[in-house]
């Protein structure tokens, strides 16, 4: 038995052809789904890069007890597991963040691996301006020096990482295909941003533009115009024609060595990505719109043989740990969440109901396949980190972070070993609360219109809290969201909800005022940052409006006029993220 998996990071499914995109060409990702089954209705879980990974590793939700952060050493690693019973494993890549604190124990778990430097920002290569910014203090900023230095170097295709990355797999392909019992993993960062390529691939989607943005959009709501959203898209959709193309010289090594015969296919990505979709750029800020959590996936299975077909059952990340385990004839760990796709693709069978996904700080979400809802956070609720390994991102947390450790009783997966639990440091997340939604995609599939169904909302709050049990969701989760630590909620309670969730945001003594949401959400990210300043500010308010209701526009001026100049850009920058209500 052999298995390959091609994995992208950041790929929309509306930009490839099999779901529907009509101005990008991908005849490799339209060639892929005649020959393997494509799924309609598979969604990630958890939320961004590294957390999907960890999905991807043990088949288990991470983003109620973790936000971004390594393999601990409790998890079940499908690789390692792999690994340990025999089969080998190699993963080639260029996806940076492994290099990273908060990711360096992943590539580990593999029987080999190797990597192609270069991609985002990474700490590779080095020019005379990297060293002037760094001397000067001028690494944080708009400028990425990492990139540029990077850039000189890869100044044609043959030495950029995703072109090194699948040659290195293709490599292992050559060695290997004669082999028997391996897991061959070829991931690569893009279409990540920033979207660079060579010209290349550019002519196909040549086009005017003016504006100042280049190929990496900001992790912010739109405000550059439509002008600057098509140039994005453009040069997204130039990044994607070179995924096509790599993919198709993965296809083509199936045929040559007719792989086919015993090798499953995957192909897949971590999670999506907005083009100015809802008005937003990017992920991680925003409610986790279908754009981000709505994934391809493209499965063959050389047992059941089944090919140009599509399945429409609802499956997610944490199903592949397992489809892999079960497909090499490894018994698959007591707690991995996940089920195994093979009778999905085999017998059409349904094996879920529900799927959870979202970010650790943001909301907690759930979709049926056709109705989407995305429960907010509760103002002033606590959220914690639960690991033996305190790494954020890049870094390792903070002393400060550290002070007021405590420690966990297990829980079962942790195999009893005590956790230490740490309060979540607050981040964009935590600055924007943008609500709780309803969506059904069937009649409105651009998540345009929230829906008032309080019977479904009751329905899917009950389906979440089933879920959240499951994964032996912390405690103080179920506060966070208003939810039964025991028990259902009724739609009386799903009422109450509401009404705090308006509620808790305004202190008791401005109450008496009417609030644009999107006031409130600036008035809220204001108190965080200035606390007990807020009391003139309040008084200001109260002046300014006199019986009007209180606008963005309201809470603008007040910046403006009351905030330091020194304070205005930081607080400017989140207030007008938290004003985003849709």
């Known amino acids: 038995m052999k298995a390959i998996m091609v994995m992208y990071d950041s790929l929309n499914r509306n930009m490839l052809e099999p779901y529907g995109c009509v101005w990008i060409s991908t005849p490799n990702f339209k060639r892929l789904a005649e020959c393997c089954v494509t799924f309609d209705c598979n969604y990630a879980g958890s939320l961004p890069c590294m957390p999907a990974r960890r999905e991807l590793h043990t088949g288990r939700y991470n983003f109620e007890h973790r936000s971004w952060g390594p393999i601990e050493p409790f998890d079940d690693s499908m690789p390692e597991i792999l690994k340990n019973h025999g089969v080998y494993t190699h993963l080639a890549t260029d996806h940076d963040h492994y290099w990273e604190d908060g990711g360096a124990t992943y590539h580990s ?29 001028r690494l944080v900023g708009q400028t990425n020096y990492y990139d540029q230095a990077n850039r000189e170097y890869m100044d044609c295709e043959e030495k950029m990482s995703q072109a090194v990355t699948f040659s290195a797999g293709l490599d292992f392909l050559e060695k290997s295909h004669e ?18 390529t060579q010209e290349a691939w550019k002519k196909q989607f040549a086009h005017e533009y003016n504006g100042l943005m280049k190929d990496w959009p900001p992790y912010y709501f739109v405000t550059e115009g439509e002008e600057s959203v098509n140039h994005m898209r453009m040069e997204y959709a130039s990044l994607i024609t070179m995924c096509d193309h790599y993919l198709g010289k993965v296809l083509d090594k199936m045929d040559e060595y007719n792989l086919w015969e015993d090798t499953m296919l995957i192909v897949n990505t971590d999670h999506g990505y907005l083009l100015g979709e809802h008005g937003w750029w990017s992920k991680s800020v925003m409610p986790v719109y279908d754009e981000i ?10 047992r059941s043989k089944v090919t140009n077909e599509r399945r429409s059952e609802l499956v997610q990340t944490i199903d592949l740990a ?4 079960e497909y090499f004839g490894v018994e698959i760990p007591e707690h991995v969440e996940g089920k195994t796709l093979r009778c999905v693709i085999e017998n059409h069978e349904k094996i879920r109901e529900y799927a959870l996904f979202g970010y650790h700080e943001g909301h907690c979400n759930i979709t049926d396949g056709n109705y989407v809802y995305m429960k907010a956070p509760l103002h002033g609720t606590a959220n914690y980190e639960y690991t033996m390994m305190p790494t954020h991102m890049a870094q390792r947390f903070w002393v400060d972070e550290l002070q007021d450790v405590q420690l966990q009783e297990p829980f079962s997966f942790t195999k009893g070993c005590r956790t230490m639990k740490i309060q979540a440091k607050e981040g964009m997340n935590h600055m924007a609360n943008f609500g709780t939604k309803l969506f059904c995609l069937a009649d409105d599939p651009n998540q345009e219109h929230p829906l008032e169904n309080i019977e479904k909302e009751t329905e899917l709050l009950n389906a979440m809290l089933k879920l959240m049990r499951k994964n ?7 506060a966070r969201f208003g939810l039964p630590e025991e028990g259902t909620v009724t739609e009386e309670d799903v009422e109450r909800l509401h009404e705090r969730e308006v509620s808790d945001y305004i202190p008791e003594r401005i109450k008496d005022l009417r609030w644009e949401r999107g006031a409130m959400n600036m008035y809220l990210v204001m108190r965080k940052f200035l606390q007990a300043g807020m009391n003139p500010l309040e008084e200001k308010l109260r002046k300014m409006i006199g019986s009007e209701t209180v606008t963005v526009n309201h809470m603008l001026q007040l910046i403006e006029s009351e905030i330091p100049a020194e304070q205005q850009p930081m607080i400017y920058y989140f207030a007008m993220l938290a004003s985003r209500t849709i």
Do not use: M
């Open 109 to 137: 778990r593999y029987s080999s691996f190797e990597f192609s430097r270069g991609q985002e920002g990474d700490h590779w290569k080095v020019n005379r301006e990297l060293i002037r910014a760094t001397n000067e203090h």
């Open 179 to 196: 082999e028997d019992n391996w897991f061959l993993q070829i991931e690569t960062f893009d279409p990540h941003e920033p979207f660079y």
């Open 293 to 302: 959590c709505h994934t391809p996936l493209f499965v063959y299975d050389p």
């Open 322 to 325: 397992p489809t892999l385990l």
């Open 472 to 478: 032996e969701c912390p405690k103080e989760r179920y």
